[in-house]
């Protein structure tokens, strides 16, 4: 289990400039046991919040409650009150009790190269009704009441990776169930950023390679939603270009999927990444994000689509509404696939894969960005990086199992846009790495 949080901590965005997250660092397991929440009135706008809860605003309480978070997700505050709780990665935590959800990043101070994460306290945070499109707000802060000790780690330089595999031939002289090529026009290895911040935490050429689950025989053998009986559901390839938006794109496509299957196809909607990148206050623009929390924002604020709000792959002021009257796009019970970070496996994710595509996150590799086609299985020893992409359903050839995934790096990359990669192996962790999608609100 602990291998494969080290992993997940280390997701960043491929295509960008800078990490994909805040660059706090705290494992889950220093989360559970008893937090003192100290609180606000819950009478702000959602507006008056953004501007009052902002990160590191003061908070000046006027109510206080104590809730014991236990193991994977139970939680049950001083009055009996029992709800549920989940770490979002190694950032923050989400609660959901009493009515009102809460949702606040944990606490980190920058000293030079060297990161201290403060993880038994939290920064500033939002709370407000366990609802579709909440009115009342708060904000809050929660401090562990035991002592935690704080996580400390340094910044490490990039690594070089010039003594790694570089060109198709190299790489196709090693791998027989996939092909790569060096004729792309788009040079997405010189977009990579490099695995800077958690490099001396994954151990070389290793994966954390869960158990096999037993699959559900009654479950279909083969699930492709781009084809169901003729019937594609899953909106065109994008490209997300040189922002580290990968986790938008993926969200937002997964939404525009099921939005679909819901619809039977009579609702078509493109959904906004740029509405996203810009203006949700759970995510870190073009530096990155995570796709629960893009879930989360669109529960809490509704996502605008492509054409009111066009993506132009860059850190842009916020505009709230860029089509003033246009009806916002809620999702609802967003979910983590085995229903916690850690609790996914070939089993659960196939099982939701039965209902709709969902957000795949995976480590990139080095030979990973000149693959053409066929089943990808990693011959590179290099990390370079992490990816958020949309699985769209899952099959087997010659006896190897197999995910579909669709990429957010145009229809000219891969397989028209999609990739293959090995299933049942937790390859490059695919399998383990936080698995989530939402329900459309139609």
Same mark, same amino acid.
């Given at each position: 289990?602990?291998?494969?949080?080290?992993?997940?901590?280390?997701?960043?965005?491929?295509?960008?400039?800078?990490?994909?997250?805040?660059?706090?660092?705290?494992?889950?397991?220093?989360?559970?046991?008893?937090?003192?929440?100290?609180?606000?009135?819950?009478?702000?706008?959602?507006?008056?919040?953004? =501007?009052?809860?902002?990160?590191? $605003?003061?908070?000046?309480?006027?109510?206080?409650?104590?809730?014991?978070?236990?193991?994977?997700?139970?939680?049950?505050?001083?009055?009996?009150?029992? @709800?549920?709780?989940?770490?979002?990665?190694?950032?923050?935590? =989400?609660?959901?009790?009493?009515?009102?959800?809460?949702?606040?990043?944990?606490?980190?101070?920058?000293?030079?190269?060297?990161?201290?994460?403060?993880?038994?306290?939290?920064?500033?945070?939002?709370?407000?009704?366990?609802?579709?499109?909440?009115?009342?707000? @708060?904000?809050?802060?929660?401090?562990?009441?035991?002592?935690?000790?704080?996580?400390? !780690?340094?910044?490490? =330089?990039?690594?070089?990776?010039?003594?790694?595999?570089?060109?198709?031939?190299?790489?196709?002289?090693?791998?027989?169930?996939?092909?790569?090529?060096?004729?792309?026009?788009?040079?997405?290895?010189?977009?990579?950023?490099?695995?800077?911040?958690?490099?001396?935490? *994954?151990?070389?050429?290793?994966?954390?390679?869960?158990?096999? $689950?037993?699959?559900?025989?009654?479950?279909?053998?083969?699930?492709?939603?781009?084809?169901?009986?003729?019937?594609?559901?899953?909106?065109?390839?994008?490209?997300?270009?040189?922002?580290?938006?990968? !986790?938008?794109?993926?969200?937002?496509? $997964?939404? =525009?999927?099921? *939005?679909?299957?819901?619809?039977?196809?009579?609702?078509?909607?493109?959904?906004?990444?740029?509405?996203?990148?810009?203006?949700?206050?759970?995510?870190?623009?073009?530096?990155?994000? !995570?796709?629960?929390?893009?879930?989360?924002?669109?529960?809490?604020?509704?996502?605008?689509?492509?054409?009111?709000?066009?993506?132009?792959?860059?850190?842009?002021?916020?505009?709230?509404?860029?089509?003033? @009257?246009?009806?916002?796009?809620?999702?609802?019970?967003?979910?983590?696939?085995?229903?916690?970070?850690?609790?996914?496996?070939?089993?659960?994710?196939?099982?939701?894969?039965?209902?709709?595509?969902?957000?795949?996150?995976?480590?990139?590799?080095?030979?990973?960005?000149?693959?053409?086609?066929?089943?990808? *299985?990693?011959?590179?020893?290099?990390?370079?990086?992490?990816?958020?992409?949309?699985?769209?359903?899952?099959?087997?050839?010659?006896?190897?199992?197999?995910?579909?995934?669709?990429?957010?790096?145009?229809?000219?990359?891969?397989?028209?846009?999609?990739?293959? *990669?090995?299933?049942?192996?937790?390859?490059?962790?695919?399998?383990?790495?936080?698995?989530?999608?939402?329900?459309?609100?139609?």
């Amino acid at each position: 289990m602990k291998k494969v949080l080290i992993l997940i901590v280390a997701v960043i965005c491929l295509v960008g400039y800078s990490l994909c997250d805040l660059p706090v660092h705290c494992m889950p397991d220093k989360t559970p046991g008893e937090w003192s929440f100290q609180l606000t009135e819950q009478n702000l706008s959602k507006e008056q919040a953004l =501007e009052k809860c902002q990160l590191k $605003a003061p908070l000046t309480p006027s109510r206080k409650f104590t809730v014991t978070l236990s193991t994977p997700t139970l939680a049950k505050d001083e009055s009996g009150n029992e @709800g549920n709780w989940h770490n979002v990665y190694d950032q923050g935590f =989400e609660l959901v009790i009493g009515g009102n959800k809460y949702f606040a990043f944990f606490e980190y101070a920058e000293q030079g190269r060297t990161i201290v994460s403060k993880c038994g306290n939290t920064f500033t945070g939002l709370y407000h009704e366990a609802a579709v499109g909440p009115k009342k707000w @708060g904000c809050y802060k929660a401090t562990k009441t035991s002592k935690v000790e704080p996580s400390v !780690f340094s910044i490490n =330089e990039p690594v070089s990776a010039s003594n790694e595999i570089v060109t198709a031939n190299e790489i196709n002289k090693l791998a027989d169930t996939w092909t790569a090529t060096d004729e792309y026009t788009e040079d997405y290895e010189s977009k990579l950023v490099p695995l800077r911040r958690f490099k001396a935490l *994954i151990p070389d050429n290793k994966l954390a390679i869960p158990i096999p $689950a037993a699959i559900n025989k009654d479950l279909p053998s083969t699930v492709d939603w781009r084809n169901v009986s003729g019937v594609n559901y899953v909106s065109p390839v994008r490209n997300q270009a040189s922002c580290g938006s990968c !986790f938008s794109f993926a969200s937002t496509a $997964a939404l =525009e999927a099921r *939005i679909n299957i819901a619809s039977k196809n009579t609702k078509h909607v493109v959904l906004s990444p740029q509405d996203i990148v810009s203006c949700s206050p759970y995510s870190q623009g073009c530096n990155g994000g !995570f796709p629960y929390l893009v879930f989360k924002y669109g529960e809490d604020f509704g996502l605008q689509t492509e054409e009111c709000y066009t993506y132009e792959a860059a850190d842009t002021k916020c505009t709230k509404d860029k089509c003033p @009257g246009n009806k916002r796009n809620y999702v609802t019970d967003y979910q983590y696939i085995g229903g916690y970070v850690g609790g996914s496996n070939e089993q659960n994710i196939m099982e939701a894969l039965t209902h709709g595509p969902v957000v795949l996150n995976f480590l990139v590799y080095a030979d990973f960005t000149r693959y053409r086609g066929g089943i990808y *299985i990693r011959k590179s020893t290099v990390i370079k990086g992490g990816h958020s992409v949309l699985g769209v359903g899952y099959g087997e050839e010659n006896g190897q199992k197999y995910w579909i995934v669709k990429n957010s790096w145009g229809g000219d990359w891969g397989e028209n846009g999609f990739f293959k *990669i090995r299933r049942g192996a937790d390859e490059a962790g695919i399998e383990s790495m936080g698995p989530s999608f939402a329900t459309p609100v139609i």
